[in-house]
RNA sequence: GCGGACGUGGCGAAACUGGUAGACGCAAGGGACUUAAAAUCCCUCGGGCUCAUCCCCAUGCGGGUUCGAUUCCCGCCGUCCGCACCA
């Protein structure tokens, strides 16, 4: 006898253990299958998993059960990005040790995940701080920089005195460290360096072939890279006034700038408040000094710069124009020129450069036209408030007069390369990056050490390979400013490689984004001890087919990825340039926000609703004070209005949660996480149970043979079974698994409605096997998605093996077509009637069956017809 | 400032390459069952006019292309996201 209510707290776990017993998700079991990859971002073990996490997860889970029905071999992994600041903060606060604050959050969240039903391969489970995993880190390390591929070399930091550390930009508030509030100083730091940039025109081309990414990232990644053809032109330093520089300062300017053709409009040239000649003349020039200083200060992200006054300090000095020995250009130093692009310095053209325009109103230097758009009259031509940025023809530009934006950018290039100046071109085309190179030090204790031994006598020492990994020590100690490693003399100390003499360890580690840039490869061959992982596997393997997460990674983690993949292909290690040939980026779960009258951040926990005025009310469950109910926001901690998934699993079980975060929202939108939400998805799990119920009841015995014929009511529900199957696959294979389970739905309750038709319990045998192939095909469809009970209806129905290695449903074309068809009528562009008519009718059948709806004459008004379309099985349109 | 995306019922949304706008769900209202409640089931549900049908209006706003536009083009307005002044 059947329970009244399906129980999923006994199901759920009984299911797992099942899967788990019979080792369902393994992958690689199944040779002669074509392989899977279907791999969800890795979680940082911050302790507990978020809705974020169970909505990636759920998503990658609908995608591996679905590749699995339909007879793939899928690789399904998961691990722990294990790394990071968090662990080193817990261990200054609660004096735990890193490695056991994280391996404890592993635990917990582990068997969070686990809870949720996930169809992974955990016995392919991997940690980013196992030395087993980075040891092969390290030795990708020495081999990228026995390639070339590694740097060490000067680069300026946020250098924070009391926490003795470094920061980001955004962590630098009004100057000072966020935590300690110190005054922040400029430091140069010698650390080493991925040379990403080596690859910037490969990392660029590549994008092309990414037809399964969003359009959207790849433009990220296109403009991160920034790919820019120009020319780099010296400009001459006219003899500056004595003393203001050291005898031994350059004599010229270098300028990188893709308007070479703009060159007879240019009226000043300005410098990085970081230029080396700025900093020449700063020494000198104590006003200077106090202006740059004053630049350093400013926001340092892009859109406080951007918003920001352009301001300029003029130096007095001059440099001549190329094409003008009697012509001088007055140079400033400027707060928006930046020292990491190009050469720190520009010339200014403020009628073709809306920040030069607005440079040069401030300080009074003037803007004269040299590109006239086509069709306007040179000489009406007057700058304003808008520099002019497009195409034209050049004016007021002597030689330039009359050529094109792209015949002036070409000749200029080519008078440049052949002058000289102080013995060299003046000019030489080139082409400029934004990317950079990729910094990789961090001044830190709980990430992947840098296996090198700094020698008194040999310089830096790669770590011989025999030696790896270098392993973190266990006995630190934290609660002091600096890195522990620092202060650690027997970790420290070691006798150099090369000549055995007194040496020290590189006490950096890695930045974690190089953990998580080739964890993808390691899942291949998780285990192996000599390698990342062996070529056959990465063979196997590579590249993940479908790839999820956040798009806050569309830059930097992809970016660092690729390249991972690039390096590794080109250092012998095997696999593929292209590590991810499917991305889906997922939208945020969102929630309410509540604040109470004293302006406190309330949990939705806390809060009840009811009916007011103006629509709902919430108030407080405790008191019964009403509460304020504010704007969507990402679930976060500081506000409160997070729901943790353990207590959604808890009360409705893991399918409901699964369910809703899959339902409503399409998948790359923001889901807003609601209370009546989960309640629907929770019914619709209990509906799901009663149907299968119910349709066991009357269907045909599992695996029963199809009757000869089919009657009428049979043949319906057959091909609505048919349709569903259709349209749910095709929605799944598209991702947009919002409108898979509305179709779900949809199908249920036709289902439903069958039902309700028959009469008698024993109903005739084609329809009892058509009532079977749609509860089996039901099943298999939902089974993605709510795994758990769909194995205990499956199990239900009679069938004695998992709907977890269940065939995906197949369709039967025959089925899916329709013979009749209805075509909406339309005159004029506005519907009127719609018939009924054969799916292949003619225009001629179909025309007089059209002409003869009363609502079409009458929209006809007796006019006669002027055109007649007919778009087969869409729709018919009369023009009157 | 630059770049990108998005604006559809009370709400989340659907509508594949231009072809019946609002599938599916949430909320709301009404009803059945019940001693009552929960659960479940049935009905209504963009706006206007109407008993109802017909009809009219409606996919942010204003134009355009088309037999036909939520979909394509131009111009506005609004919201969200990313950013390193891209020289």
Redesign the pocket.
């Known amino acids: 006898m059947r329970a009244e209510r399906y129980a999923f707290a006994e199901a759920e776990p009984k299911w797992q253990k099942i899967w788990d017993e019979n080792q369902v998700f393994a992958a690689g079991g199944a040779a002669g299958k074509p392989k899977y990859y279907v791999l969800e971002m890795f979680p940082y073990p911050s302790g507990r998993i978020h809705m974020g996490h169970v909505r990636n997860y759920a998503m990658g889970d609908v995608i591996a059960r679905y590749m699995r029905a339909k007879g793939h071999d899928v690789l399904h992994p998961m691990g722990w990005d294990a790394f990071g600041l968090p662990a080193e903060n817990a261990a200054m606060g609660s004096k735990t040790h890193p490695a056991d604050w994280t391996f404890a959050n592993i635990a917990a969240m582990r068997a969070q995940l686990q809870s949720m039903g996930l169809s992974l391969d955990w016995s392919r489970e991997i940690a980013t701080c196992d030395p087993a995993y980075y040891k092969h880190q390290q030795k990708l390390f020495l081999d990228f920089l026995r390639a070339g591929l590694v740097d060490r070399k000067q680069s300026r930091v946020n250098w924070d005195p009391v926490d003795q550390t470094v920061l980001a930009?955004e962590q630098v508030i009004d100057g000072r460290g966020w935590r300690s509030g110190a005054l922040i100083e400029q430091r140069e730091l010698t650390q080493w360096f991925l040379r990403i940039t080596k690859y910037s025109d490969d990392l660029l081309n590549g994008l092309d072939q990414l037809d399964r990414w969003p359009?959207?990232v790849r433009?990220?990644q296109r403009?991160?890279?920034?790919r820019?053809e120009?020319v780099s032109v010296r400009f001459q330093l006219a003899a500056p006034a004595e003393g203001a520089l050291p005898a031994d300062a350059a004599r010229d300017i270098e300028v990188?700038?893709?308007?070479a053709d703009t060159l007879f409009g240019a009226k000043f040239i300005a410098l990085?408040p970081d230029h080396p000649l700025a900093r020449q003349l700063a020494e000198r020039n104590l006003a200077l000094a106090a202006f740059a200083q004053e630049c350093r200060h400013g926001g340092?992200?892009?859109?406080e710069?951007?918003?920001?006054e352009?301001k300029g300090f003029d130096t007095g000095l001059e440099v001549v124009h190329p094409f003008d020995p009697d012509w001088r250009l007055p140079v400033y130093v400027a707060?928006?020129?930046?020292m990491?692009?190009?050469t720190?310095a520009?010339?200014g053209c403020p009628a073709h450069?809306?920040?030069d325009l607005d440079f040069s109103r401030r300080y009074g230097l003037g803007a004269t036209p040299v590109v006239c758009p086509d069709g306007v009259d040179p000489l009406s031509l007057v700058v304003e408030d808008a520099a002019f940025e497009g195409e034209g023809r050049l004016i007021n530009s002597r030689f330039l007069d009359g050529l094109t934006v792209a015949e002036a950018k070409e000749d200029v290039a080519r008078r440049l390369e052949h002058t000289e100046l102080a013995g060299r071109p003046q000019g030489e085309r080139k082409i400029n990056y934004?990317?950079?190179d990729w910094g990789i030090s961090r001044q830190r204790y709980w990430g992947c050490p840098i296996p090198i031994i700094h020698c008194e006598a040999c310089g830096p020492v790669p770590v011989p390979d025999g030696d790896l990994p270098v392993e973190l020590p266990a006995d630190v100690e934290f609660g002091q400013p600096g890195n522990p490693l620092d202060r650690h003399p027997a970790w420290k100390h070691v006798a150099c490689p090369k000549c055995g003499g007194a040496a020290r360890r590189e006490t950096d580690t890695m930045d974690t984004f190089v953990d998580s840039s080739w964890y993808y490869a390691r899942f291949a061959d998780p285990h192996n001890p000599d390698a990342p992982a062996s070529r056959a596997t990465l063979d196997r393997w590579l590249p993940v087919d479908q790839y999820i997460g956040g798009?806050?990674h569309a830059?930097l983690h992809l970016l660092y990825a690729r390249f991972f993949a690039r390096a590794m292909r080109d250092t012998g290690h095997g696999g593929v340039a292209e590590p991810f040939a499917g991305l889906f980026t997922q939208g945020m779960v969102v929630h309410e926000t509540y604040r109470s009258p004293s302006g406190d951040w309330v949990a939705p926990a806390d809060v009840r609703f009811e009916?007011g005025e103006t629509g709902r009310r919430a108030l407080l469950r405790a008191d019964g004070t009403e509460v304020a109910i504010g704007p969507i926001e990402k679930m976060s901690k500081s506000k409160r209005n997070t729901v943790d998934p353990d207590e959604i699993i808890g009360s409705y079980g893991a399918d409901t949660a699964r369910l809703f975060v899959l339902?409503?929202?399409?998948p790359d939108?923001?889901?807003?996480w609601?209370e009546?939400?989960v309640?629907?998805a929770w019914?619709f799990v209990?509906?799901l149970w009663r149907l299968a119920g119910e349709l066991g009841n009357i269907a045909a015995p599992a695996g029963a043979a199809p009757p000869a014929t089919f009657k009428d009511a049979a043949l319906e529900l057959r091909k609505a079974t048919h349709r569903a199957i259709a349209?749910v696959s095709e929605n799944i294979e598209r991702l947009?698994f919002?409108?898979a389970?509305?179709r779900i739905?949809?199908f249920a309750?036709e289902l439903?409605a069958a039902l309700g038709d028959v009469e008698a319990p024993d109903a005739d045998a084609d329809l009892a096997f058509a009532f079977r192939e749609a509860a089996d095909a039901l099943i298999r469809l939902i089974a993605p998605m709510t795994p758990h009970v769909a194995e205990e209806c499956w199990s239900d129905l009679g069938h004695a093996g998992l709907v977890a290695t269940a065939a995906w449903p197949q369709v039967d074309a025959m089925l899916v077509a329709r013979e009749m068809i209805?075509l909406?009528v339309?005159v004029?562009?506005?519907?009127?009637g719609?018939i009924v008519v054969a799916h292949d009718a003619g225009e001629e059948a179909v025309r007089a069956e059209a002409l003869k709806q009363d609502?079409v004459l009458?929209?006809m008004e007796g006019k006669p017809v002027k055109?007649f379309?007919l778009?087969p099985k869409?729709?018919v349109?009369v023009?009157v």
């Open positions: 930009n359009e959207k433009l990220m403009n991160w890279i920034g820019s120009g990188f700038t893709t308007r990085s340092a992200a892009a859109a710069i951007e918003t920001a352009k707060n928006f020129i930046l990491e692009y190009g720190g520009i010339f450069d809306q920040r934004k990317l950079r798009v806050e830059i009916p339902s409503d929202s399409p939108r923001d889901v807003i609601s009546e939400g309640q629907g019914r209990q509906r349209s947009r919002n409108s389970i509305a739905r949809e309750n439903t209805s909406p339309q004029n562009g506005k519907k009127r719609e609502g009458r929209a055109k379309i778009v869409r729709i349109n023009v």
